[in-house]
């Protein structure tokens, strides 16, 4: 009697299994006031994939849009007003759009943050990996915005209990979580990768991580400045959680979501 070889299996399945769909991926990016350099480093960075791999960027103006973006080889989706809800909004029209042109699989990347080279490649490993997998979550390294580098990775991090917003990839199977995006509260946008983490388990969704850095984030954040044992800047980006506290209502979530 010859035992099963799980592992061998999975292998197997995963010679087969598709990277992405015949239109190639799209990768999503919401801006609102970012400096043109800053979301052509965000652009370029997915041009410079390793690779024959068909990327469709597709860059949403929050209210803002930038006329240098029209000249690029861009998805350029123009909101007419800013939603105030870190980019939510944008995110969730600019991944239907990309949705239902026939892209899979959705990637996300805030314009401040880029991929490395090798991000591509990496997806394709963890997919092969894990060919059940309806989530993938990247590794990530994180920044100042001066581009100097934060060593270590958060315990959260390590477990995938926490996936930054960038790190994210959606197969088909997991598309129905793209949507709550745009419809959670616009003041869960500051934790909105934590909220739809949670919304990943509710859903019963398989993910499955990496701790290979192939995201770049800017950590606009006190901790980051900390971490190098920096003076954080007045301007720094930290959520106020007794603020997020006063607003929550479960009821309201749940109304608009359908989740708990």
């Not at 990768?193 to 019963?204: A, T």
Request: charged share 20%; with cysteine.
């Amino acid at each position: 009697m010859q035992i099963p070889n799980t592992e061998s299996d999975e292998r197997m399945k995963g010679e087969c299994i598709a990277v992405m769909g015949p239109k190639g991926a799209a990768v999503i990016t919401p801006y609102h006031k970012e400096s043109i350099q800053v979301l052509w480093r965000c652009h370029l960075s997915c041009l410079r994939q390793y690779g024959d791999w068909r990327l469709r960027h597709v860059m949403v103006a929050d209210g803002h849009p930038r006329e240098e973006v029209d000249g690029w080889d861009v998805d350029h989706i123009i909101l007419p007003i800013s939603h105030g809800d870190n980019g939510n909004t944008p995110r969730c029209v600019g991944a239907i759009s990309a949705i239902n042109q026939g892209y899979w699989p959705i990637l996300l990347l805030d314009a401040d943050n880029w991929f490395q080279p090798w991000h591509i490649n990496t997806i394709e490993k963890l997919r092969q990996q894990h060919p059940s997998a309806d989530v993938l979550a990247m590794g990530r390294v994180c920044a100042l915005p001066d581009g100097t580098q934060i060593p270590g990775v958060s315990e959260e991090d390590l477990e995938h209990r926490h996936v930054d917003t960038s790190c994210y990839v959606f197969y088909p199977s997991s598309f129905r979580v793209l949507p709550i995006w745009g419809m959670m509260p616009p003041y869960l946008g500051p934790i909105c990768d934590r909220f739809i983490r949670k919304s990943i388990i509710e859903f019963g969704l398989v993910l499955a991580g990496t701790h290979h850095p192939s995201v770049v984030f800017t950590a606009h954040y006190s901790w980051a400045y900390e971490a190098l044992s920096r003076q954080a800047p007045n301007d720094v980006h930290d959520i106020d959680w007794k603020q997020l506290q006063s607003a929550y209502n479960a009821d309201e979530v749940y109304q608009r979501t359908g989740l708990h």
